[in-house]
């Protein structure tokens, strides 16, 4: 994964807030949609991710949020979250009140700065997984998401690649035999 920053100093001005060690089991729920935002999560540990599903039972990952993130770091300025945060694996968060943050922000310049360099980088990944999306083929998809992460992980978190991209676990993993197949006949 490209890192484009160290984030050691919006953690450590978050981790000097009052707030708690939260602990959470794979699969467990951090907030749901339309929830009251009360915490702001930073991730020390685990993957989280912020997911938006649709009527149709489909899912779309919004943000994968590991040791060293902010979990939907834009809640500060919202009342109610507009998605739902799931551990998909077990994860240990600080959290600090979202009130807090906001008295924090705005009385320290340091703290302001840190979390503007915070939210600009994650504007840069965003577009970058924007950009991923536009692809128009599996294959592009594929290789734009490897190149940003740098290899695919286990066979079986696959599935979530697949919903990363956008495209159905049946195309990734047809995409994914290909690769071997073409690298095996070289």
């Not at 980088?121 to 998401?145: C, G, M, N, P, Y």
């Amino acid at each position: 994964m490209i890192k484009i920053m160290s984030l050691l100093p919006v953690e450590s001005l978050l981790s000097r807030l009052r707030g708690r060690e939260c602990v959470f089991a794979a699969g467990g729920s951090l907030f749901r949609l339309g929830d009251v935002v009360r915490l702001l999560h930073f991730v020390r540990s685990g993957t989280i991710h912020l997911v938006r599903y649709h009527d149709d039972g489909s899912a779309l990952i919004l943000q994968r949020a590991r040791q060293g993130l902010i979990l939907a770091e834009a809640s500060v300025y919202s009342t109610r979250y507009h998605c739902d945060a799931r551990a998909e694996t077990s994860a240990i968060t600080w959290a600090v009140s979202r009130n807090d943050v906001r008295k924090q922000l705005a009385d320290s310049p340091q703290l302001s700065e840190a979390w503007a360099s915070y939210l600009a980088h994650e504007v840069q990944r965003a577009r970058l997984q924007a950009e991923i999306l536009s692809l128009k083929t599996v294959a592009a998809r594929l290789s734009a998401w490897i190149a940003w992460n740098g290899s695919l992980p286990s066979k079986g978190r696959w599935s979530l690649i697949a919903l990363e991209i956008g495209v159905s676990p049946e195309a990734l993993y047809r995409e994914i035999a290909n690769r071997q197949r073409d690298r095996s006949h070289r």
